[in-house]
């Protein structure tokens, strides 16, 4: 299957600085990138849609200025958090979909686990 | 809104039992659903993704089953090894490509 990989794996930062997370496809193209974050013993949910070239969707309660989303070619998304602080601590997964055998299928990043101290 | 339920939230089960894990959502209008894998700490691993005209799928000990009209899938795992342990997640996806994700069943298998 189609491999998609993060960067950092793992991030600790100090609260007020701000962080970014790099969401790559690495064997397709991806024009839609999704982030998730997922809390401890809680499922995923989805932050945002990126689509390349244009401006993220963002779900509700999800605020665009703290997270900053920018898909700039068919195989890289990143996730910037801006002005982290301690509640900002979570697992950030990325997913993109590729388009392969007449269907459309997320492939999921392994995550990256943001610590803000 | 979607919402998606699994049941049981944790199951601990000797080895080499045969066990069902359950998955409900209320949207019927579902594109597909994708049943996942996550290990503590890391991230997903697609383990089955069933279509919405499809009934099942197969792959090795595991067999995921869909019922679109009651809002239910199910998979099952046979024969239970140690290895299996890690939390299982469901997805339904809506034609719009939003996931919805299940609250997960986080499994033990006792060697």
């Known amino acids: 299957g189609a491999v998609v990989s993060q960067h950092p794996s793992w991030v600790i930062c100090k609260s007020g600085t701000s962080v970014k997370i790099e969401c790559r496809s690495l064997d397709f193209q991806a024009t839609t990138m999704f982030w998730y974050r997922q809390f401890p013993k809680q499922s995923l949910m989805l932050m945002a849609t990126s689509n390349e070239g244009s401006k993220a969707t963002y779900e509700q309660g999800v605020e665009k200025d703290k997270f900053l989303i920018n898909h700039a070619s068919l195989t890289l998304s990143t996730l910037t958090v801006t002005s982290a602080h301690p509640e900002d601590s979570s697992f950030y997964i990325c997913?993109?979909?590729?388009?392969?055998?007449?269907?459309?299928?997320?492939?999921f990043g392994p995550g990256t686990r943001l610590t803000v101290l | 809104k979607q919402e998606v339920t699994q049941i049981p939230a944790a199951l601990s089960v000797p080895e080499g039992e045969n066990l069902v894990l359950n998955c409900s959502f209320t949207d019927s209008a579902i594109y597909n659903l994708q049943w996942f894998r996550q290990d503590p700490g890391k991230g997903l691993t697609s383990l089955l993704l069933i279509q919405s005209s499809q009934r099942e799928q197969t792959s090795g000990r595991l067999n995921a089953s869909l019922d679109k009209s009651s809002g239910r899938s199910t998979l099952y795992i046979a024969a239970s090894q140690p290895g299996d342990s890690a939390t299982y997640l469901c997805a339904v996806r809506r034609v719009g490509n939003q996931f919805y994700f299940g609250t997960g069943t986080s499994l033990t298998v006792i060697p």
């Open positions: 997913s993109a979909r590729d388009f392969a055998g007449g269907t459309y299928e997320q492939f």
